[in-house]
């Protein structure tokens, strides 16, 4: 292990340090294949490890790359880690660095101290790009050498670029701004005087008080009018704040998970904010809509209603069915149900329990006791009870089982009495 540090150590030093020593450190080449410099663990983890290679498979050529791999967990991979004490805490000077820069006349002879073997004197990158991000095979971001900073673009035209959304948060607001921020056909941002909109200008658009200024020497008229108080679009004469005559179209908004307001108009196109739990289903009132609140029954197109619940031609949610609770229930529909298949998940076992040793048949005499009292049979609802309380398919599919099952036993018990005494005749017959 002191080994391995001591290497390190002497690599870094004669990567970094300014007294410039010959190379300690010279991997074998291997065209066409990964040429490995050196690498570092330790000898509890031997996945997880840092090694310098040459990333080019390109003979006679070498581009470093420093590489680290961990996965014994899902913290950071690589750190660069600078420190310094809170004296030099000050001044203007970066803690660290990334310089990229032109280097010619290398001086490979140079000795263990004095200058580095790229020299003393560099100029600035003038064409090719300076840096950039990536994950995979897939380029984030770009930075070019006249410092054109480009996110989701490798081909930035402005100081920052970006391809796709920007979002600025908890910005300051102020009304005493004398330029306000537009863009261009092309998304170039530039300021504009805030005196260059609105009202108030001498020009020849009929009717019209509200430019669009598109340089300094050309106002384009607009249906945009503003009377000092209200803008309206599409009409002359706005009524609210904001006043549209015509289709408004909302793109690509963001889906809101829970909704705390929705809007709606009244009949003169008025918008306001409603409470979801206001809409109430039925009646005049009826809007269609779901209520979150789960307070009343809504409508939907007039014969579908829901509570949490669904109900079929029916806005009634019995909680009670005869004796029978049927609260937890979550489809009511009224009129009858026509289906190809219906499929019942039973919670209790099925009734194959009855040919289990273990179970005992009725003897058919106190079957019969039992049918004469009670005119049905036993476990069976009588007539009375599924009128009043309606049965349950699962379970009278199970009863029904269980008798046709029993059945199924009491002529096999009969058969085998049968097959007895046919047999016991034919004994006396051929006596």
């Not at 009343?296 to 209603?305: E, G, L």
């Not at 099925?350 to 079957?367: G, I, Q, R, S, T």
Request: proline content about 3%; overall charge negative; glycine content about 8%.
């Amino acid at each position: 292990m002191k080994t391995r540090i001591l290497s390190l150590l002497t690599i870094l030093t004669n990567l970094f340090v300014f007294s410039q020593s010959q190379f300690q450190n010279v991997g074998t080449s291997s065209p066409g294949n990964a040429e490995r410099i050196t690498n570092f663990s330790v000898t509890d983890a031997n996945n997880e490890l840092l090694e310098i290679t040459n990333s080019t498979n390109i003979d006679g050529q070498f581009i470093p790359s420093l590489w680290a791999h961990h996965q014994a967990d899902n913290r950071y991979v690589f750190r660069h880690f600078i420190t310094t004490n809170s004296a030099q805490d000050n001044g203007n000077s970066p803690m660290m660095i990334y310089r990229a820069e032109i280097r010619n006349n290398l001086n490979l002879t140079a000795g263990p101290s004095g200058n580095f073997p790229w020299g003393t004197t560099a100029t600035n990158v003038i064409n090719r790009p300076l840096f950039a991000w990536e994950n995979g095979n897939t380029q984030l971001m770009r930075m070019l050498a006249n410092g054109y900073l480009g996110i989701g673009t490798t081909t930035p035209t402005s100081l920052f670029h970006t391809n796709g959304t920007v979002r600025l948060e908890n910005i300051a607001t102020t009304t005493s701004n004398t330029y306000v921020l537009t863009t261009d056909a092309n998304g170039n941002v530039s300021r504009q005087l805030s005196t260059s909109f609105g009202g108030g200008l001498t020009n020849s658009c009929a009717n019209t008080n509200f430019l669009l200024k598109k340089s300094a020497t050309d106002l384009t008229c607009s249906q945009i009018f503003d009377n000092g108080t209200n803008v309206g679009i599409g009409t002359a004469t706005p009524t609210s704040l904001f006043h549209i005559n015509g289709t408004v179209r909302f793109e690509n908004l963001t889906d809101a998970t829970n909704p705390f307001r929705i809007l709606g108009t009244d009949n003169a196109g008025n918008v306001f904010e409603y409470n979801p739990s206001t809409l109430i289903g039925g009646g005049t009132n009826d809007y269609d809509w779901f209520r979150p609140d789960n307070t009343f029954a809504t409508s939907i197109s007039d014969n579908i209603y829901t509570n949490g619940k669904v109900g079929i031609n029916t806005s009634i949610f019995p909680n009670q069915v005869g004796d029978v609770d049927v609260s937890s229930y979550s489809l009511f529909a009224k009129g009858g149900i026509l289906t190809e298949e219906v499929r019942v998940a039973l919670s209790s076992d099925w009734a194959d329990f009855v040919f289990d040793k273990e179970y005992k048949l009725e003897p058919l005499k106190n079957v019969e006791t039992f049918i004469k009292k009670n005119k049905h049979l036993k476990y069976i609802p009588s007539a009375q009870e599924v009128k009043k309380d309606g049965i349950e398919l699962g379970e009278m599919n199970k009863l029904l089982l269980l008798k046709v099952e029993e059945l199924t036993l009491y002529l096999i018990e009969l058969n085998k009495k049968v097959e007895k005494q046919d047999e016991e005749i034919k004994k006396l017959k051929s006596k």
